[in-house]
Structure formats: C-alpha cells, structure tokens
C-alpha cells in the first residue's frame, strides 16, 4: 500500500464551521490531489498540487482551499462547512504528472458530515 | 463534466462467470486506466494502457482500447467473491487532469 495517511477518518461537524482535512505521504511524491466522492457523481478533483505552495483548483473547488507546506502535507480546508460538502474525501499522490502515464495512489478517504 | 462513462453501472454475476465493464470517452487520450474500489476503501489502481496499445493483460484482467470508438473494456476471467468492488475507468482531461467516470458496481455471488 502507498504510503498515504488521512485525518481524521471520520467526522461530524456542524454547518458554518471550519473543517481541516490532512493528508501525509511517505513517498515523497511531487503531485497530490484532493478528490471527492459522491453517489451520481463520481470522484471530481477538488485541488491538486505539484509541489510545496504550488496548488491549483480543480473542477469543485469552491468553498474549499487548500495548502501545501511541506511534500509531504497536502491539507484541505473547508472554510465555513455546508451540508453540501458532506461526502468521501479521498486523498492521491503521484510521481508525475498523472496524464504522462503514471499512477497515482490513493488514502483510505476521510467521511465528512455537516449537519 | 465527465470524460469516462461506463456502462453498466451494475453487474451481477455468479463465482466463475466472466465479467465485462466498458468505459467511453470524448476526447482524444494517451492513456486510459482502470482502477477498483472495495466499499469503504480507497481506489487501487489495476492497469494503465496507452493510445498505442490495443490490448493488455494483468493476471486475470484483460483490457483493450479501441481509440476510433474512443472507448475501453475491462474483462475479469473466472470472476471470484472477492472481486466484488466497484471499478472506474479514468482519462485525461484536455486541461491535463484525472478524470473518473462514476463506475461499474460488481457484485460475484458465490
């Protein structure tokens, strides 16, 4: 198994809150993302990252930001939490840049409630 | 918006059976990849198969690609119970992101 550990596992919160989501590697790879996962929609990135303080937003980014201070910490925030951000966090790492042909690896995922 | 779509999205089948998931997409790729999903876990990935690649294999997995249909198939031979999961087919966005489709659910019965 990849290297890939998030936190917390689970978590209940209540709406307007701030949530902070971790994710650490072992594997000192450049390139991590932040996907969720819901019923009818798949896995839809949220950010991603291609090295410490470089992030870029994927197609739901809003009402989440993101921060990167070391390779090995990709951390997800969820400034004022809302019942639609309940989901599946999953976090992934990759050598490279995933469309030249690499992998990437995913955490065990983090399950967020608002309520 | 979703570049990789598979059909179905549910398959039953008996312990032994082979089990077939197919996977479109819109946009022209480099590579395609498969990964699988147990209930309450994260995605592992199964095999990655480039443009130039008709057909690849994987112990009991099968894969092929057919770029002028822009569209994949996975094949698991003599299915077994603990390959019950979910399986996504992931593509290239043309902005250069990973895009999953929202997958097949397998369910082998024993």
């Known amino acids: 198994d990849a290297g890939i550990t998030q936190s917390p596992r689970h978590k209940v919160t209540e709406t307007g809150t701030p949530v902070t989501l971790r994710c650490h590697q072992t594997?000192?790879?450049?390139?991590m993302y932040w996907y969720r996962q819901d019923p009818g929609h798949g896995l839809r990135l949220i950010h991603y990252s291609y090295g410490v303080k470089d992030t870029d937003k994927g197609e739901v980014s809003d009402g989440y930001s993101v921060s990167r201070s070391k390779t090995e910490d990709f951390l997800l925030t969820l400034e004022s939490a809302t019942s639609s951000q309940t989901s599946v966090y999953f976090c992934a790492i990759s050598e490279v840049r995933s469309p030249s042909g690499n992998t990437i690896y995913f955490g065990e995922g983090s399950w967020l409630t608002v309520v | 918006s979703q570049q990789g779509e598979e059909d179905p999205q549910a398959l039953s089948i008996q312990e032994g059976e082979n089990a077939t998931m197919n996977c479109s997409y819109k946009?022209?790729?480099?590579?395609l990849q498969w990964y699988r999903q147990n209930s309450g876990r994260g995605l592992v990935h199964l095999i990655l198969i480039r443009s130039n690649e008709r057909e690849k294999h994987s112990g009991r997995l099968r894969v092929t690609l057919d770029t002028s249909k822009k569209s994949s198939s996975l094949l698991i031979t003599a299915s077994r119970a603990a390959d019950t999961a979910s399986y996504f087919c992931?593509?290239?966005?043309?902005?250069?992101?990973?895009?999953f489709g929202q997958g097949t659910t397998l369910q082998v019965k024993p």
């Open positions: 946009t022209s790729i480099n590579n």
């Open positions: 594997e000192n790879h450049r390139y």
């Open positions: 992931a593509t290239p966005s043309n902005t250069g992101k990973l895009i």
